[in-house]
Structure formats: C-alpha cells, structure tokens
C-alpha cells in the first residue's frame, strides 16, 4: 500500500467515525431513551398462593423490574414515607405495622361495605358498573360474583375495581382468552389445560378446562385466592394490590391502588 493509500484509507476511517459521533448526538437530542439498550429480563412472581399463583405484570409495563426500581421506589415514598425495600413481603410487613399504629391513608375494606348492604341494592350498583365484558347485563353471573365474594369476605366493588384494570371485565387478554378473569397462574395444584399468551407466560385455561362452566370456576378460584389474602391480614386496598401486583413485576402498583380505592369511593356512591 503506498502512502498516499493510507492516507485516504486513515480519512475514509475519520470519516466514518464523525458521521457515528454525529449521529449518536443527533439520537441524544430527539431522545435519550433510544440510546438506553438494557437487555435485562423482568423477574416472574410465581410464588405460590394456596395452590394458585399470582399473575405477573398485572396491569402496567411502565415501571423499572426489580425492587430498587423507579415504580418501588414511587410506591414506598406514597405508603411508607420513602423507605426502601429489598423485598415484597418486608414492604407488606412494613404496611402492617404502619395500619397497626394507626397510619392515616390506608384504605380499610375488611368487612366489605357490599357485604353489609342488601342483594337487592347491590346486583342494580354492579348493573350500572359493569359497562362491557362477558359479565354485562348478566344478572345471573352478577348475583354468582357477588355470593363468591360475600363466602370469601372480599369486596364486591374490589374485584370489580380489579377486573376492569386488568382486562376490562374479562374483555380482553388472557381473561378473555382462558375465562381466567383473575389471571392467575397454574400453580402446582392446577390439572387443567394451559394458556400461553402473546408474552409467553402461562395462565390457568378454565375456558378449555370446564366449558360452560368456565367463568364461573375462574370466578370462585380468583375469591379464594383474594379471601386468602384478607385471612393472612390483609385487608386494606393498599396489602391486598401490592401483594397481588407487586412493583418488582413492573406493574404500576401505586396507580393501581389509586384507581382502585377512587372506584370504590364510586360504588358507595352507587349503593346509597
């Protein structure tokens, strides 16, 4: 090669190497993100619940995985003034011991309002409330939803709060898809058929598990699994969300208690 070759050879690599620089500052300015390439894999709960398990990624992807990450962090500064935890059960047991010395904020549902009101005032609340979904207008299934609820001392108006957040009454998702309306994992009890979602997770099938029967198999398996909850002490929205769709799962924990506790505040409204 002469000189005059490695010359040329020496700018044409300059060249190249501006048209990077010039690039990557030009992606920094439209947005940052863009350039974040984190190819970490989001942890999957499947710690089990009395032969169920909890679903991950209940409600939102927005937040960081993991318990140092930015949705945690936002949710322990909301609940616990800011404290971090390296773990979901410390973060329960921190929220105990703050309602069991009277923290203010907390939003007390045990003994459910819906369960102290009559059938006859709650079936026409729950008409008004279920707007779409499989469930709508089906006096039948509101009257099977609120008799489970009632057996396993869990809100009415709770689960209701939650279906629509995760898949709008049953209308979309793996709800929709397996009439598993709790999104609720196999578990080493469950015998049934499998569905697999678009993600890759595996749910509990009751629609190819039970038939006709499905959505109300799917109904009775989601109250025991929260009346477990609320059994193990669990009985404010705040215990019961975070240990449902814990923040670690990147779920927007604390949105999710924000919606649910406004809905609630709704359906006493209702049942007045």
Same mark, same amino acid.
């Given at each position: 090669?002469?000189? #005059?070759?490695?010359?040329?050879?020496?700018?044409?690599?300059? +060249?190249?190497?501006? $048209?990077?620089?010039?690039?990557?500052?030009?992606?920094?300015?439209?947005?940052?993100?863009?350039?974040n390439?984190n190819?970490?894999?989001?942890k999957v709960?499947?710690?089990?619940?009395?032969g169920?398990t909890?679903s991950?990624?209940?409600y939102?992807?927005?937040?960081?995985?993991?318990?140092?990450g930015? +949705?945690?962090?936002?949710?322990?500064?909301?609940?616990?003034?800011?404290?971090?935890?390296?773990?979901n059960?410390?973060?329960l047991?921190?929220?105990?011991?703050?309602?069991?010395k009277?923290?203010?904020?907390?939003?007390?549902?045990?003994p459910?309002?819906?369960?102290i009101?009559?059938?006859t005032?709650?079936?026409?609340a729950?008409?008004?409330?279920?707007?779409?979904?499989?469930?709508?207008?089906?006096?039948?299934?509101?009257?099977?939803?609120?008799q #489970?609820?009632?057996? !396993?001392? $869990?809100?009415?108006?709770?689960?209701?709060?939650?279906?629509?957040?995760e898949?709008?009454? +049953?209308?979309?998702?793996?709800?929709?898809?397996?009439?598993n309306?709790?999104?609720?994992?196999?578990?080493?009890?469950?015998?049934?058929?499998?569905?697999?979602?678009?993600?890759?997770?595996?749910?509990?099938?009751?629609?190819?598990?039970?038939g006709?029967?499905?959505?109300?198999?799917?109904?009775?398996?989601?109250?025991?699994?929260?009346?477990?909850?609320?059994?193990?002490? !669990?009985?404010? $929205?705040?215990?019961?969300?975070v240990?449902?769709?814990?923040?670690s799962?990147?779920?927007?924990?604390?949105?999710?208690?924000t919606?649910?506790?406004?809905d609630?505040n709704?359906?006493?409204?209702?049942?007045?």
């Open positions: 090669m002469s000189k #005059q070759d490695g010359k040329n050879e020496i700018i044409t690599g300059l +060249g190249a190497l501006l $048209v990077l620089v010039f690039g990557y500052l030009l992606l920094n300015t439209i947005n940052p993100d863009i350039l390439l190819f970490g894999i989001a709960n499947l710690e089990l619940e009395g169920s909890e991950s990624q209940h939102s992807t927005q937040n960081s995985s993991g318990e140092t930015a +949705g945690c962090r936002a949710l322990d500064t909301a609940l616990l003034g800011g404290e971090t935890f390296n773990s059960a410390k973060r047991e921190a929220l105990k011991i703050k309602e069991g009277g923290g203010s904020g907390f939003y007390k549902i045990a459910g309002f819906s369960k009101s009559s059938e005032a709650v079936i026409p729950m008409r008004k409330i279920v707007t779409q979904g499989p469930f709508k207008g089906d006096d039948e299934m509101l009257k099977y939803i609120y #489970q609820a009632k057996k !396993n001392d $869990v809100e009415t108006f709770l689960a209701l709060s939650m279906w629509k957040r898949s709008g009454y +049953g209308n979309a998702g793996v709800a929709a898809n397996a009439h309306i709790g999104n609720l994992r196999p578990g080493s009890s469950w015998k049934g058929k499998l569905y697999q979602s678009t993600s890759g997770g595996k749910y509990r099938n009751y629609k190819e598990t039970f006709p029967d499905s959505w109300k198999e799917g109904i009775k398996d989601y109250f025991a699994l929260i009346g477990k909850y609320t059994k193990e002490g !669990n009985d404010t $929205v705040e215990e019961i969300i240990k449902y769709a814990p923040c799962d990147k779920n927007d924990t604390l949105h999710y208690i919606g649910v506790r406004d609630l709704k359906a006493k409204i209702e049942l007045q």
